[in-house]
Structure formats: structure tokens, C-alpha cells
């Protein structure tokens, strides 16, 4: 059975706010490395929450190595209060991927652990489901304590659902709460989606992570792509085109679809372009 690989954040739930603070620290000569009691006043994280605060910042990708990542020095620069639905698409994005980033991928998804299976295996198989539906799917799944999975299960949900997290993103939405059974009802498939230069950054590193250095790939993988824009994003193949026609609009990619197969060429220089763009744009 695989590891749920979700006992990283401790006790403390995903927090933008306190995520702010790390990138500020993050940011200065000394980065993270400086001493807890320095960083536990730079910051006004209690000495337990400061390595768990940092670890989010990490999986969400703006920290690497102790210092600000090209997309945290990104994101520090246009949106520093990470108030905007740019930035919380850009941690989606990376918080995806458990701690494994663009690393190449596994056979199953639920092998990079539990957030890696909810977004890119139950959410496409499961458009309504209950917290009952999500525990049972993991416990199948997961080797960990019983009594831990539903545990650690609700920090992703509550990244999703409460307003200090990603909400904005509207990935998942808790419609229902039935107050006998205490249970959750939840329902996606209606992503309040980022503009075009986002998911072109999207598409840029994913095509880096499966593609390589290829000019042109097939449209075909493109829409089967695993762990790909579509399972990323909530959507479905009809609306990748749309996108994928946004993003030639653009000058993003170019596709040529007078005959079968049809293709897609990339026409972006560099992905952190398409990032600075999309701030700009938004």
C-alpha cells in the first residue's frame, strides 16, 4: 500500500497569511537558514509552526533551498499580500504534487500520496462526493493509522474550502452539511479558472516535465496527458481547446488542425514569462 505523505504540515493548516511571512523571511540574506529564535521573530511563528509554515511554502513551490524560488521571487514581486487568484492557482498547481514537484511521474498517481490522488484521481472519477466518500476511497488505498487518514484528509479540504486558503479557486465546494451525520457533501467541476497567461505557464512546465525539449507534440497527448492540464485545472477536453485556442490568440503556441493528427507548437521562450504576463494581464 502506498504512504499518505500528508503528515507534514503537523497540526497547522494551510494559511496565506503565514505563508506571506516565510516568503518576506525567505527573501532577506540570511533566508531560512538564520536560527529559530531569529526566524521565530522575523516571521511571529511560534518554534513549531515555523519549519511546518515553511514545508507549505516549499510543497507550494515558492520556496527552494532555504531562499525564495523563481516563482516566489515572482510572486513576492507582484502580488506580495497573495491576495490574487494568480497566486493561488500557482500554489494549487504545485501543492498537486505532493512534495515530488515536476518530477517525472509515477505509475499511480497515489503513489507521490494522498493530495497527488485527490486531484488527479478521485476529483476526475468524483464530481459530488461526501468526506465518507473521500475517507473510504484512502483507507483502501493508504498503509496509515485508520484513525489518521480522515485526520489528515481534512487539511486538504480545508485548503480548498476555507477563505485563508485557496478558496478563491473554487476548485471544490462544500454544498451540504448534514448536521445528523455531521458529514460534508462537496461538489466541483466549476473552477473559477486563472487567465490564459497561467495556464500557459502550466502548460509550459508540464511540456518541459513530459516533453522535453520537443517543438511540437500531438494534441492527443496533450488532452491524455496524465497528471496534466486537465485533471489540474477541473476541466474537460472540450474546454482544454478553448484554452488551447486562447493560448494561440496569444502567441503562446500555434496548432495546426487542417489534418489529422492534429498538432500543437510552442511558441513561449521562457515559462517565468508567462508568469510575470499573467500578473500583468490579470
Not at 43 to 51: I, Q, S, Y
Not at 90 to 103: D, K
Not at 129 to 140: G, H, I, P, R, T
Request: aromatic residues 12%.
Amino acid at each position: 500500500m502506498a504512504k499518505l505523505q500528508l503528515h507534514f504540515n503537523g497540526t497547522f493548516p494551510f494559511k496565506k497569511e503565514e505563508i506571506k511571512r516565510i516568503l518576506e523571511t525567505a527573501s532577506q540574506k540570511e533566508g531560512l537558514k538564520d536560527t529559530l529564535q531569529n526566524l521565530m521573530n522575523k516571521t511571529g511563528l511560534g518554534n513549531a509552526k515555523v519549519d511546518k509554515i515553511k514545508k507549505w511554502s516549499m510543497r507550494a513551490g515558492l520556496i527552494k533551498d532555504n531562499y525564495l524560488s523563481e516563482e516566489g521571487k515572482t510572486v513576492l514581486k507582484y502580488d506580495p499580500y497573495l491576495q490574487s487568484i494568480i497566486t493561488d492557482w500557482l500554489m494549487h498547481f504545485y501543492l498537486s504534487f505532493g512534495n515530488q514537484g515536476l518530477n517525472k511521474i509515477p505509475e499511480n498517481a497515489y503513489d507521490w500520496g494522498g493530495w497527488t490522488y485527490f486531484i488527479y484521481d478521485f476529483l476526475p472519477q468524483n464530481l459530488t462526493f461526501s468526506k465518507d466518500n473521500l475517507d473510504e476511497k484512502c483507507l483502501n488505498i493508504f498503509q496509515e493509522k485508520r484513525e489518521e487518514i480522515p485526520k489528515r484528509l481534512n487539511f486538504i479540504l480545508r485548503t480548498y474550502t476555507e477563505d485563508y486558503g485557496l478558496k478563491s479557486i473554487n476548485l471544490i465546494k462544500k454544498v451540504n452539511s448534514n448536521k445528523k451525520t455531521k458529514i460534508d457533501q462537496y461538489e466541483t467541476g466549476n473552477s473559477n479558472l486563472p487567465n490564459t497567461y497561467l495556464i500557459g505557464y502550466f502548460l509550459a512546465k508540464l511540456w518541459e516535465r513530459d516533453f522535453n525539449k520537443e517543438t511540437s507534440i500531438l494534441t492527443d497527448d496533450l488532452i491524455k496527458q496524465k497528471m496534466g492540464l486537465i485533471q489540474v485545472l477541473g476541466i474537460n477536453a472540450e474546454d482544454l481547446q478553448t484554452h488551447l485556442n486562447n493560448m494561440e490568440s496569444l502567441g503562446i503556441i500555434e496548432q495546426r488542425r487542417t489534418v489529422l493528427p492534429h498538432q500543437i507548437i510552442r511558441r513561449w521562450h521562457y515559462h517565468l514569462t508567462l508568469l510575470e504576463k499573467a500578473y500583468d494581464n490579470n
